[in-house]
């Protein structure tokens, strides 16, 4: 092993002595896609992970440009994919805030924006 | 570091490790038990009674530190998974949802039932069928484990290639460290009470326990090279990766243990076995009881980097 690799261990085990940790399941893509433009408001957003997500842990809030949500608020999981339904809101800027919790037992949050109209 | 808030990361690591290490001696003396002890004990009927009561001893009290510390890992995954402080995630409502909403929860339940039969089995041992019947519920506990990782979240057809191999990664690794904490037992008592009877008896466990020690390390290395394959995938993820560092830090602590396992095998179990004078037994004896007590040690080390591991971002997420 080299010098450099027995260097970088150290901040490992001073790792395990602290318990930082990280979650799991990424966002693999996302129906809107991130940052896109669309030209008419899609009727729901849907994501994709990396990992089976836990249904009783994992939402989705979707907000327009002046910060009102526009998600019907409730939200569904099957495997790895999660969607929620939105209400008509016109055009501007969409947020989309994820919060997940994959099955072996970590939760992630993001968030990502999307274009809807010219 | 927030050690009882959200933030329960810290604790998680140190109750896993301390519940997978319980739940090896549980295993592993159960597994000693049926396949090293019995089979030895059948020539040799003086250390019967006080073997088969350190056994029992071991597994029991292993199952009850494996209770214990498994009702304080789903406290902990409560406060973990519903994000509120550990206090706040004792309600019922949480615990409820976690246990019943939950793969965790759902796994956690299963355990629960078979630490329970354990339990029953280990109180009336005398029956042959309850002492079978408590080597599978023993095994059905430990294997429950790899859906509560990364494996039990892996996708599709690799996500049951990634249970099968943790599964049989879990088996072996019970089977060796928690055998070899019967086997240091056992040859601590063969040492007290010296004699041609126990030193029979050290010497046929030491050569049947080297069995399932070769057993248990191919397997321990097959069904590691698939996991590493699953969740590393490139040699370059593994050295540039937290997870990777820290799983080459595990296979380091691995191939320490197997130099010691090597010195029990070829050169320490020999000289109990062809060594004529009994000076020479006792201290290879000696030697053989220290060596695999290191090796525990050094097997419960790699349980709690184990304890680690689980709490990361597979390595091959950051290579994609």
Redesign the interface.
């Known amino acids: 092993m080299h010098r450099s690799n027995i260097v970088r261990i150290i901040p490992l085990l001073l790792l395990l002595a602290t318990g930082e940790a990280s979650a799991h399941a990424f966002l693999d893509h996302a129906e809107p896609r991130v940052g896109n433009k669309v030209a008419t408001a899609p009727r729901e957003v849907t994501l994709w992970f990396t990992q089976k997500l836990e249904p009783a842990f994992s939402t989705i809030t979707v907000t327009n440009s002046a910060g009102q949500r526009v998600d019907t608020g409730k939200t569904r999981v099957s495997g790895s994919q999660m969607s929620i339904s939105l209400r008509p809101a016109g055009t501007g800027t969409y947020h989309v805030t994820w919060h997940v919790l994959s099955v072996d037992t970590h939760t992630t949050d993001g968030s990502f924006a999307f274009q809807v109209g010219q | 570091?927030d050690w009882l808030g959200a933030g329960v990361?810290?604790?998680?690591?140190?109750i896993r490790a301390i519940h997978f290490a319980a739940t090896a001696v549980v295993a592993g003396s159960l597994i000693f038990r049926e396949v090293v002890a019995e089979p030895a004990l059948g020539s040799t009927q003086v250390a019967t009674t006080v073997v088969r009561s350190q056994i029992l001893l071991t597994a029991s009290i292993g199952l009850a530190i494996a209770a214990v510390s498994g009702v304080i890992w789903l406290q902990l995954?409560a406060a973990?998974?519903?994000?509120l402080p550990f206090g706040e995630a004792m309600s019922s409502d949480v615990l409820s949802?976690?246990l019943n909403?939950?793969?965790?929860g759902l796994v956690s339940e299963i355990r629960f039932v078979l630490a329970i039969i354990l339990a029953a089995c280990l109180a009336y041992d005398r029956l042959a069928l309850l002492r079978w019947l408590a080597l599978a519920s023993a095994l059905g506990f430990t294997a429950a484990i790899a859906w509560?990782?990364?494996a039990?979240?892996?996708?599709g057809e690799m996500g049951n290639l990634h249970l099968t191999a943790d599964a049989l990664h879990l088996f072996a690794a019970a089977a060796w460290t928690g055998g070899l904490v019967s086997l240091a037992h056992l040859l601590s008592a063969a040492r007290r009470h010296q004699g041609f009877a126990w030193a029979s008896l050290a010497r046929d466990a030491a050569q049947r326990f080297s069995t399932l020690g070769i057993i248990s390390v191919g397997t321990l290395l097959v069904t590691g090279i698939v996991s590493a394959w699953i969740l590393v995938g490139s040699f370059q993820a593994l050295?540039i990766t937290?997870y990777g560092?820290?799983l080459?830090?595990k296979t380091m602590v691995f191939a320490i243990m197997l130099v010691f396992a090597a010195v029990n095998r070829f050169w320490l179990t020999p000289q109990l076995a062809f060594s004529s004078e009994k000076e020479a037994q006792v201290k290879a004896l000696r030697r053989l009881t220290r060596n695999s007590v290191i090796e525990v040690a050094l097997g419960f080390t790699i349980f709690?980097?184990v304890g680690?591991l689980?709490?990361?971002?597979?390595a091959i997420?950051f290579m994609n």
Do not use: C, N, R
């Open positions: 570091m990361d810290g604790p998680l690591i140190v995954q973990s998974m519903s994000g949802t976690v909403e939950t793969q965790f509560t990782g990364h039990g979240s892996t996708l050295v937290e560092l820290i080459v830090l709690a980097i680690a689980g709490t990361l971002h597979p997420h």
